[in-house]
């Protein structure tokens, strides 16, 4: 059974920076597209960034471009997503999720996402 366990969430400051880590136990890293969302108290939840199996493709929302990066260890059998310049509008709970797909799938719509994990939270304020 595929489990993905999220951690590296915490209390920063606005500015500040963090490296989610998204570890994968159960099944092989290498065949799956992995994305990265978040929920605030009262919103939706909202895609962030996205990887392919290969991980030569990859998307981010509008709001994160060029503050974090997406990136996966096959060896470690692990996605970070690495951010940068938090804001404080970033703060939420931060999900990673795990889909079945060819080389270069990828996508920030979480309906095509089957398994996913518990959460870290992010918290971003002075």
């Known amino acids: 059974q595929l489990q993905l366990v999220e951690s590296g969430g915490g209390l920063v400051q606005p500015g500040g920076s963090l490296r989610l880590s998204c570890a994968f136990s159960g099944f092989t890293l290498d065949y799956y597209a992995v994305g990265w969302f978040r929920q605030a108290p009262g919103k939706e939840r909202e895609g962030v960034s996205c990887?392919?199996?290969?991980?030569?493709?990859?998307n981010y929302a509008d709001s994160v471009k060029g503050r974090f990066t997406i990136s996966r260890d096959s060896a470690k059998n692990t996605v970070y997503l690495q951010m940068n310049s938090l804001k404080p509008e970033d703060t939420a709970v931060y999900y990673c999720?795990?889909?079945?797909?060819?080389?270069?799938?990828?996508?920030?719509?979480?309906?095509?996402?089957?398994?996913w994990g518990q959460g870290t939270q992010v918290t971003v304020s002075s």
């Open positions: 999720a795990a889909e079945l797909g060819g080389p270069d799938y990828h996508t920030l719509n979480p309906d095509e996402y089957d398994s």
């Open positions: 990887i392919s199996p290969s991980g030569g493709k990859t």
